[in-house]
Nanobody, 123 residues
Framework: QVQLVESGGGLVQPGGSLRLSCALS????????MGWFRQAPGKEREFVAGINWNGGSTDYKESTKGRFTISRDNGKNTVSLQMNSLDPEDTAVYYC????????????????WGKGTLVTVSS
């Protein structure tokens, strides 16, 4: 059974940076496109960033382009999200997702979800 475990959330001041990581176990990592969704209090869950199986293609929510960078290490079965220039609007629970041989980023297409890690951007 595939499991995703996120780490790296926490409290950061506006303008600061955080790096989220997610480790996949119980499956063949390179068979999965990997990504991140988030859900802010009182809002719907939304796509943040995604990366294809070999790291050759990435997608981002428009408001995160230029600030967030997704990357993966197929040797370590991990995907990371580097978040810079954080804004209070980025406050949310961030979920790691795995999409088996996928290329789309709607939440109903995701095969596995992590439990989430909280990111709070506040002074």
């Amino acid at each position: 059974q595939v499991q995703l475990v996120e780490s790296g959330g926490g409290l950061v001041q506006p303008g600061g940076s955080l790096r989220l990581s997610c480790a996949l176990s119980g499956g063949i990592f390179r068979r999965y496109a990997m990504g991140w969704f988030r859900q802010a209090p009182g809002k719907e869950r939304e796509f943040v960033a995604g990366i294809n199986w070999n790291g050759g293609s990435t997608d981002y929510k428009e408001s995160t382009k230029g600030r967030f960078t997704i990357s993966r290490d197929n040797g370590k079965n991990t995907v990371s999200l580097q978040m810079n220039s954080l804004d209070p609007e980025d406050t949310a629970v961030y979920y790691c997702v795995a999409n088996y041989y996928g290329s789309t980023w709607t939440d109903r297409d995701m095969d596995y979800w992590g439990k989430g890690t909280l990111v709070t951007v506040s002074s």
